[in-house]
């Protein structure tokens, strides 16, 4: 008997739901400040409400299930129409409300109906409305899921147009400038980092590393690079980036010169590369351009500079591999002491004798002088030639089976 005297109420209320869709959307706009006009329409939030009310009517007489999709559908739209969730449901929570109320009073002017009947339809809308508002939530979830990714798309596919330095017109360079959320001239540096497997990422979680800091930052993955263009708030940024890709890092990292206006991403990406081939290909190293003026000449022209590298170190390089590193090795350490040979040797665990022996060794076998400048410039930018250049696997493990052999000759 419940059963029919819920559907009789439920039925006197479908004849009327143009009237209470009415007054339901005026309940909403009332009680929800931010369900502006010029988002929402008076006409589909009266549709909506319509839909609502027809749809739960419906499910109480039986005649059909209550329909999640258009609930889904609604939440869907309201997504699209940038109106925050939280708005929504405040919506649905005043409409529902209404729905209620409207049954209440239908009941208590009708004497017919019992305290059990009111019972019954309580828990009845209970069900009705989480069914809706999760079929909301959803639809409102699903869609800022798949604008986001759309956005993620786009964004994408603009980092990788501006490093690949194709030619864009300023509507189009304002256009990336917006959809990335930067401004169109501003400082702007980027990262270069070699990889360390194809398809691994050399910089994990960098980009929410450096968003902590204040620093946005866009990311691409290549085969063998990962590249990032990094907008800084100021100058002193270049520091804080730094010091996070020195922590991250697993190999080599490049930072270009700093630069102003967006278009110019293509020709910054050539200078991280160069400056990411100056560091030793063996190392984690970060190296900024503009920090290593010689280094990254050294890694600009590799061709050139193997050339150089082979005439200037061949006949260290023509011994056996132990010795050949002992001395390239110690000659890497004494440049780097600035011509210490007391430093180097600290460094090197030997006397200053030892390193002195080997120094005079190398200008013996190059016929470089280590006291006159043109010397000491050409045995460095060769040192670091092959420094950039990586070692094949068999190289490197059998450098590394003798090296101790000769660590202090």
Known sequence: MVDEEIKALATVLLERVGELAKEMAARIRAGSQDYHYDVVPDEELEEACRKHIGNALQALTGQEP?????????????ALQDVPLPTVMTAYRLGLKYLWETLVTEATENAQVECDVMVAVASAMCNIQDNITEAVVSGYHDTVAQRLLASEHERSALVEALLEGRSMDADAVWSAAEVMGVPRNGFFVVVAAEVPQIGRQALPEVADVLSRRGIRSFWRLRPDLQLGIVCLRTLRDLDGLTGVLRRHAVQRVGVSPAYNELRRTGE???????????GDAESAAVTVFDDSPVAVASAGAPDVMAHVASNVLGPIEALPAPECAVLLDTLDVWLGCGGSADEAAKRLYVHPNTVRTRLRRIAERTGRSLTDPRGITELFLALRAVRQTPKPPSAVSNGAKGSSKTANS
């Open 66 to 78: 209550l329909d999640t999709a258009a609930a889904a559908r609604i939440g869907c739209g309201r």
């Open 268 to 278: 910054a990406l050539r200078f991280a590369k160069v400056a990411m081939r100056a």
